[in-house]
């Protein structure tokens, strides 16, 4: 999605130099089959190679590619509608228990470490204790966190059973175990002491000793994070060879149990430090797989053109939302907020801002317009689009009690009013938005600014402590319902959900920057959409539906963000040298930091081009 490209404008480095050295050979076929040469790609998370880091995928430095060198149990899609969906990974097969209290993992049979050793169920139960000190969603610490597992049990050499504490469970849990990366225990055994299993069961009971208990295992996160093997010792389809300033090269792992599907025989991550790099090598046909980078028209066009080169669009599974601080007047007036959105030409803004990266919104139910379709198709024709409609902003504004003169809007008491839109700089796609809708808020007689934060920290910090009247803010964050709506009823708006019981803070208080109602009157009921948020993390699909289609309804008539526009997952390949790209949404974009076309390529689906 757009947020790397936002992230590596971020960075200010916009050298437009093709960083590609050489060094490795473009092989023709590979005795562990395939029949493939060298693929050429990017790491999307991660602009910056570090020569030194070690192959450690805790250490966010760390040269450790998931999906080429680095496994998970199993590769989470982004299903508009069940979160646990998986490919296999180390994992080959698993069962969820009926009730969602378990999931039963099956090793894939032939799975071994590049360095011979067979990968088994004692490599994953260190691998789930090392995940414990970095508090993973399903390994969580946190006294009744929702989705922590309760145990961890070895059934056999290729068989492990994790169970949920059901006592706030979650319908995610299952998603949060696969999503477990894979480490060699033989290898990685000396970053836990002997007793830290004694240890992680006195950190799930109550007083001193558990608070203890719980510091020494997260204590534990820093020793993991600067771990530094002496080797990648690695389970996936390729281990890394070497890495320097312009290019990490990896081989082909002979002992990955699907190596005689896996086509490349070696890869090659180049580096980059901005935007213009990634397209110089795009525009150079020298990627045969890239995320998305936003891009001017004039470049997009001429990626577009190069020889081989691909756009694949999918469902990412995120939106954009104009956010109010409703703390600040006159936007805790609910008549102020709608004018507003019945100004927006949400169509003209998202051209401008992101036309090959987004889809503006059809209306705000703080769904993503293609879930929404999934999960409430019989609410959304309901809910009022906001179409640009300048009567009705202006009918809205006088009910909010704002006063026109001399053609520009003003406060009740006749004082100025200036929308103040803030965005951090480098975002380049937030920033065209905010200019474009300051263009059409001014035309309509609301005077409107931009301004730029620092950075990315900064403004998330400025935002969280109420220093904005207007910013940016992420939302409909699937594909779980909990996920999707905490963004606009959570702890930004109020609302914590702690150990399962739902607590309420007042404005400006613990993080509630947006500043909303606790209750809202929907369709004559009041309702308080951050408890019936809450119910979302233990819901099945069937209970979630109607009360997502009741948030999605208070969102609409509420507006405690204008939807901008929903997200497209938007990749690059290249068809000269390999072929066999997916276009299925659901594995276009997987799993947070994953790679996906690593994930493809162990698959099998990636074929060398004959």
């Known amino acids: 999605m757009k947020r790397l490209a936002a992230v590596v404008t971020l960075l200010g480095l916009a050298a437009a130099t093709a960083a590609c050295s050489g060094g490795s050979t473009n092989k023709s076929g590979d005795a562990a089959g395939g029949g493939g040469g060298l693929f050429t790609t990017i790491d999307v998370n991660r602009p910056g190679l570090e020569a030194s880091a070690p192959a450690n995928p805790y250490n966010p430095k760390g040269n450790s590619f998931p999906g080429y060198s680095s496994m998970k149990l199993g590769w989470v899609k982004n299903h508009l509608t069940d979160p646990n969906q998986a490919l296999p990974g180390i994992a080959a097969s698993w069962e969820i228990a009926p009730d969602n209290s378990a ?22 139960k260190l691998s789930i204790g090392i995940a414990y000190t ?7 610490i946190t006294p009744g966190a929702a ?28 998603r949060g175990v696969l999503d477990t990366t894979v480490l060699p225990a033989h290898v990685w055994n000396s970053v836990l002491p002997a007793d830290f299993w004694d240890k992680l069961k006195a950190a799930r009971g109550e007083g001193a000793d558990a ?37 990490a090269l990896l081989v082909k792992n002979k002992y990955f149990f699907n190596a005689a599907n896996v086509a490349p025989a070696q890869v090659k991550f180049l580096n980059y430090t901005g935007n213009e790099q990634i397209w110089n090598y795009l525009i150079a046909g020298k990627l045969d797989h890239a995320g998305f980078t936003a891009a001017p028209t004039d470049v997009m066009n001429r990626i577009k053109q190069a020889n ?14 104009m956010a109010f601080n409703q703390s600040k007047k006159p936007y805790d007036n609910v008549h102020v907020r709608r004018g507003l959105a019945y100004l927006i030409d949400r169509e003209q803004v998202t051209q401008v801002a992101s036309p090959e990266g987004g889809t503006a919104a059809a209306t705000t139910s703080g769904i993503h317009q293609k879930a929404a379709q999934a999960w409430i198709p019989d609410t959304l024709p309901s809910l009022e689009p906001y179409k640009v409609d300048v009567a009705k902003a202006e009918e809205e504004f006088k009910k909010a009690g704002l006063v026109k003169k001399d053609g520009k809007w003003a406060l009740a008491d006749g004082s100025a009013w200036k929308v103040s839109m803030h965005a951090p700089a480098g975002f380049s796609d937030w920033l065209s938005a905010q200019e474009n ?26 935002l969280n402590a109420g220093k904005y009247d207007v910013g940016f803010w992420l939302m409909a964050l699937g594909p779980a319902p909990y996920d999707i709506f905490q963004r606009l009823y959570g702890a930004s708006n109020g609302w914590a959900n702690v150990a399962g019981k739902v607590q309420h803070s007042a404005p400006g208080k613990n993080g509630n920057w947006m500043g909303g109602p606790e209750e809202i009157e929907v369709g004559g009921e009041k309702i308080n959409p951050g408890e019936l948020t809450a119910k979302l993390n233990s819901s099945d ?8 289609a009741q948030l999605a309804k208070a969102a609409n008539q509420d507006l405690p963000v204008i939807q901008l526009w929903d997200y497209v997952n938007t990749q690059f390949v290249n068809n000269s040298r390999f072929t066999g790209w997916p276009h299925d949404d659901s594995i276009l974009r997987m799993g947070t930091g994953v790679l996906p076309s690593g994930v493809w390529i162990q698959q099998g689906l990636i074929k060398a081009k004959q």
Do not use: H
């Open 103 to 124: 999931i039963t993992l099956k090793l894939q049979p032939n799975a071994k470490w590049s360095d011979g050793k067979p990968v088994t169920a004692d490599d994953v």
């Open 134 to 140: 970095q508090g993973s969603t399903a390994f969580s």
């Open 147 to 174: 989705g922590a597992a309760a145990e961890v049990t070895v059934v056999d050499p290729q068989t492990v059973k994790v169970t949920q504490d059901m006592a706030n469970p979650s319908p995610k849990f299952a």
């Open 211 to 247: 608070e203890k208990a719980r510091e020494e295992v997260t204590g534990l996160g820093e020793k993991v994070i600067a771990f530094a093997p002496p080797k990648d010792v690695s389970a996936g389809p390729f281990v890394l060879e070497r890495v320097n300033p312009s290019e």
């Open 308 to 321: 081989g080169n691909e756009v694949i669009k999918g469902y990412s599974p995120v939106a954009v939302g």
């Open 437 to 462: 809708i300051k263009s059409q808020l001014v035309k309509a007689g609301v005077d409107a600014e931009v301004v730029t934060t620092a950075d990315y920290p900064l403004y998330l910090e400025e």
């Open 541 to 548: 699909e069937e209970a979630a539906k109607p009360i997502m």
